[in-house]
């Protein structure tokens, strides 16, 4: 099975997915990031498709950053505290990595998912 990543972000505080939240991906390499994508999630607060598909996967050190900021101001929230969420992680197999976002205003927690 070919490697691929999942997100989905959550606005706790509505209750609802985060629709409209600019997401990029960078590729950390000896402490140099490479942008690989940018993404805006859509109205089920995921992305349309993987953002970074089996055919682009390679194991390795990455970082998602989720522009948390925008996104809250867009929507009438409090953005007074949080800005940018950047998320490093490793992808070490082949497999199905999700990386999740569970937002509010003044907190935010993620996890392996599913």
């Known amino acids: ?3 691929y990543l999942t997100t989905h972000v959550l ?4 209750g609802c997915p985060a629709a409209g939240l600019r ?3 960078f590729r950390i390499d000896g402490g140099t990031a490479t942008k690989i994508t940018e993404t805006t999630t859509n109205s089920d607060g995921r992305t349309d498709g993987p ?9 390795g050190n ?3 950053v989720f522009h948390a900021g925008d996104y809250l101001r867009a929507n009438d929230a409090p953005a007074d505290f949080l800005d940018v ?14 990386v999740p976002l569970l937002l509010s205003p003044y907190s935010y927690s993620t996890y392996r998912g599913s």
């Open 1 to 3: 099975m070919a490697g």
């Open 23 to 25: 997401i990029e991906l």
């Open 85 to 98: 969420i950047p998320l490093r992680f490793v992808m070490s197999d082949a497999d199905h990595y999700h």
């Open 51 to 59: 953002i970074l598909p089996q055919d682009a996967f390679e194991t």
């Open 11 to 14: 606005d706790t505080a509505k």
């Open 62 to 64: 990455y970082e998602l």
